[in-house]
């Protein structure tokens, strides 16, 4: 039993609020626990400089993260002139799993920029942002392909992630703050909805694992991103 009573295998309690904020194309909060992430989608009719001008263009997707400065426990001072590496390297990580997501060729020349703003950090900021970012993007969409403007198959695959380690010798699914500190390895898995592996972040903390060590870990991130892909689903069901 762990800290917070979850058995090793267990997710913290997720909620995906949909339509969190008014005028963003798509909006979400994104509640992992103790972790709370704001996803908000923007759609503007304009592609990046190196994509304008091609024959054939396609649209972007891309991805900012930034964490407020007191989503944790002590005050961080906000990024204003540039964002530090971690931020910089969090963001490419999302923007890449979510264009995973889409189907750019489909999308026109459009770039959907997805905004991840932590209001409140516990562990697992960058996969709760990856979840709810696909929700978001979901929601941004839907309105282009109810009108016709875009084919439904512009959203071409569920994109979930979730964090996974070794802690005290117990391989452990969606770890708090205390725990992820802590832990002897330590992975993030973007996974989509049918199983197949996105990217895979890990390290060994203190000393090297073995493989099989590994493959615990992808099988149990793989069981919680199947919770996730159904809260997700569950979210984009209108009441």
Not at 156 to 166: C, E, K, L, P, T
Request: aromatic residues 6%; charged residues 20%; negative net charge.
């Amino acid at each position: 039993m762990r800290q917070d009573g979850r058995s090793p295998n267990q997710l913290r309690p997720i909620h995906f609020i949909p339509n969190y904020t008014k005028w963003a194309e798509g909006s979400v909060l994104a509640q992992f626990g103790d972790t709370h992430v704001l996803c908000n989608v923007s759609i503007e009719d304009t592609l990046p400089g190196w994509l304008r001008g091609r024959e054939n263009p396609h649209g972007w997707l891309t991805a900012e993260y930034a964490m407020l400065p007191r989503s944790t426990t002590t005050r961080t001072a906000r990024e204003q002139r540039w964002p530090k590496g971690r931020t910089q390297e969090i963001s490419r990580l999302i923007g890449r799993s979510l264009r995973m997501a889409v189907d750019l060729s489909l999308l026109g020349e459009r770039t959907l920029t997805v905004d991840c703003d932590v209001l409140q950090a516990d562990g697992g900021t960058r996969t709760a942002a990856i979840c709810g970012g696909w929700v978001a993007v979901n929601l941004a969409l839907r309105p282009f392909i109810a009108s016709g403007d875009l084919p439904e198959s512009v959203l071409q695959r569920q994109v979930a992630a979730v964090s996974v380690g070794i802690v005290d010798g117990v391989a452990l699914l969606d770890l708090p703050y205390h725990e992820d500190s802590t832990a002897e390895v330590d992975l993030n898995v973007v996974m989509t909805a049918v199983g197949d592996l996105i990217e895979v972040q890990g390290t060994a903390e203190r000393a090297p694992f073995p493989r099989a060590q590994l493959d615990t870990l992808l099988d149990l991130a793989a069981s919680g991103i199947q919770t996730l892909a159904a809260k997700q689903r569950e979210a984009l069901t209108p009441v």
